[in-house]
């Protein structure tokens, strides 16, 4: 059983950066595509990021006016999203995802619990 697990969330001032991580401790996802989902209060869950789970080839979400960048170290298991520009509208719980086709939320296969990153303006 795939086990993601987020880290790097909090609180940022608007114009600040943060860097989420998720990996799985206890088993490799090197043969999983990985990626981001983020779902605000009050709004419906919202795709940020993907990436192939050779690390070539990535996908980001409309609206991030290429403020997100999605990368993965194989060697340290590990997928990350850096944020920069963060606005207070960029606030949501933030979810690891991973799989095969993880671009669309009912299709994902591997669900994280969650982030939180707060930005206050």
């Known amino acids: 059983q795939v086990r993601l697990e987020e880290s790097g969330g909090g609180l940022v001032q608007a114009g600040g950066s943060l860097r989420l991580s998720c990996a799985d401790p206890?088993?490799?996802?090197?043969?999983?595509?990985l990626g981001w989902f983020r779902q605000a209060p009050g709004k419906e869950r919202e795709f940020v990021a993907a990436i192939s789970w050779d690390g070539d080839v990535t996908y980001y979400g409309h609206s991030l006016n290429r403020r997100f960048t999605i990368s993965r170290d194989l060697a340290k298991n590990t997928v990350y999203l850096q944020m920069w520009m963060l606005q207070p509208e960029d606030t949501a719980v933030y979810y690891c995802?991973?799989?095969?086709?993880?671009?669309?939320?009912?299709?994902?296969?591997?669900w994280g619990k969650g982030i939180l990153v707060t930005v206050s303006s």
């Open positions: 995802v991973g799989g095969s086709r993880i671009r669309d939320a009912e299709t994902v296969d591997y």
């Open positions: 206890g088993r490799t996802l090197s043969s999983y595509n």
